[in-house]
């Protein structure tokens, strides 16, 4: 955390407090073009389990797609050939500077999971459709996921073309 204070454009001051963060990826892995593989676990701080895209932040000078690469392949087992870069997004410009980069990973090939020690998830290959159906119904509430699974939604149905 940290706290500054802020000249407000009328002149006058403020404090602001918010949280740095090394910014992380979101990615959309694409097992065919119907079916997504997803992540179900418990969350702490909300203390609740959560249907996730893979997800993870950035290690100290690590490009967003090393990140999304080191990432798929801890959490999910699987590597990506083809990596498509689709946007930024900041999940909470109201109180931290975290700037989330989101990627479609394609051409997915099995490896052997490397997960961290403190990870425990279960990784699901879930129907696009299923998933647009649970984010509809309120069963996916996590926001990097619901921007993701949008996003899925446009890429399997060829809106945005090949390249986005």
């Given at each position: 955390m940290v706290c500054d204070e802020v000249q407000l454009p009328n002149g006058k001051t403020s404090l602001r407090e918010g949280i740095k963060h090394p910014g992380a990826v979101v990615i959309i892995p694409f097992l065919n073009e119907t079916t997504l593989i997803m992540e179900r676990q418990y969350r702490y701080y909300p203390g609740e389990v959560f249907y996730e895209l893979p997800a993870g932040k950035t290690d100290r000078g690590e490009d967003f797609l090393t990140t999304g690469k080191r990432e798929l392949l801890e959490e999910t087992?699987?590597?990506?050939?083809?990596?498509?870069?689709i946007s930024h997004i900041y999940p909470a410009i109201g109180y931290a500077d975290e700037k989330m980069a989101l990627f479609a990973a394609r051409d997915l090939s099995m490896q052997q999971i490397d997960r961290d020690e403190d990870e425990f998830l279960e990784i699901i290959e879930m129907p696009l459709s299923k998933a647009m159906e649970m984010l509809r119904r309120g069963e996916i509430t996590d926001a990097k996921?619901?921007?993701?699974?949008?996003?899925?939604?446009?890429?399997?149905?060829?809106?945005?073309?090949?390249?986005?």
């Open positions: 087992g699987y590597a990506a050939k083809t990596w498509t870069f996921t619901m921007v993701g699974l949008f996003w899925a939604e446009k890429l399997a149905s060829g809106a945005w073309g090949t390249d986005v």
